[in-house]
């Protein structure tokens, strides 16, 4: 599975989108505006700083705060790295809270 984020530019209200389309009539020239309708499935993920993915013992996890200054290691399962950030897939709910930051401090205790 392929992921990727789109910010819409505010100012133009428009996205930027590489795309393959068959062209073999010649119409389509480079920079031209158009309307594109998505048809397969999207679903909405939850996407964490990379920083907070720890992999290690054939484990991939994120640390998920059970209690105010106490953490619990969840096994995740992770999408395709897009810029700084990681879709999760699989392991975390809506409202977990994450460790973004010294994750590795934590696997080592």
Do not use: C, W, Y
């Amino acid at each position: 599975m392929r992921l990727m984020f789109i910010t819409v530019d505010p100012q133009t209200r428009t996205i930027k989108v590489r795309a393959e389309i068959d062209n073999a009539k010649g119409r389509l020239r480079p920079e031209m505006f158009g309307t594109i309708r998505h048809t397969k499935a999207t679903r909405v993920v939850p996407v964490v700083p990379a920083g907070t993915v720890v992999q290690g013992d054939g484990k991939t996890v994120v640390f998920v705060e059970k209690a105010t200054g106490r953490f619990r290691p969840i096994e995740v399962k992770v999408g395709d790295r897009s810029g700084d950030v990681l879709p999760v897939l699989a392991g975390l709910r809506p409202g977990d809270r994450v460790v973004v930051g010294g994750a590795t401090l934590l696997r080592a205790q």
